[in-house]
């Protein structure tokens, strides 16, 4: 079973890739009670039957799927979990976290994310605590000053300031 809210975050995201999402947006707030993460893509979306059938499955007992069971895992943490789609539009997952649950390393995902999505030509955006990373922005901008290789990894590990203190 996945042990943070950074591994909950890749597992959603790597899912939105398959769907054939052209953008990807990932949203993480913390608050004195707990972290919030919200993923949307544009991906096929799930259609109404099927959605119906992944929420029940979402509250069978643990499996060792990183799929079953996770509403449970939501529940046990004093969190919970919203999964809303439409098929040919998209699909948005939303959970909240106590603030005891482990955040994981929010910024190496978010580069893993960004690598991932940028091999893809996926637009990845990420948004923490009011600040504001865009892929395409971050790439136009590295194109215009020449920055590749190791130097455009350095200026991502700068550029992606996220907070993981409450």
């Known amino acids: 079973m ?7 975050a890749l ?28 993923i949307s893509d544009d991906g096929c979306g799930i259609d109404e ?4 059938e992944i929420k029940s499955s979402l509250d069978l007992p643990p499996s060792g799927s990183s799929h079953n ?15 809303t789609s439409e098929k040919g ?10 603030k005891d649950f482990p955040l994981g390393n929010i910024k190496e995902t ?5 690598t991932l999505c940028s091999a893809q030509g996926i637009r990845f955006e990420l948004l923490t605590n009011g600040k504001r990373f865009d892929s395409e922005e971050f790439i136009s901008n590295t194109e215009k000053n020449g920055i590749q290789g190791a130097q455009l990894y350095k ?3 700068e550029r992606l ?4 203190k409450i």
């Open 69 to 83: 069971g996770l509403k449970s895992l939501f529940a046990s943490s004093e969190g919970r979990l919203k999964i």
């Open 155 to 157: 200026l991502l590990d």
């Open 49 to 52: 039957p099927l959605l119906s």
């Open 89 to 98: 539009v998209g699909t948005t997952i939303f959970a909240t976290f106590s």
């Open 11 to 38: 597992d959603i995201a790597i899912n939105s890739l398959r769907s054939g999402a052209k953008n990807i947006c990932v949203s993480v707030s913390h608050s004195s009670n707990g972290t919030a993460l919200e």
């Open 161 to 164: 300031t996220i907070s993981t």
């Open 2 to 8: 996945l042990s943070d809210i950074s591994q909950h």
């Open 110 to 114: 978010a580069k893993c994310l960004f």
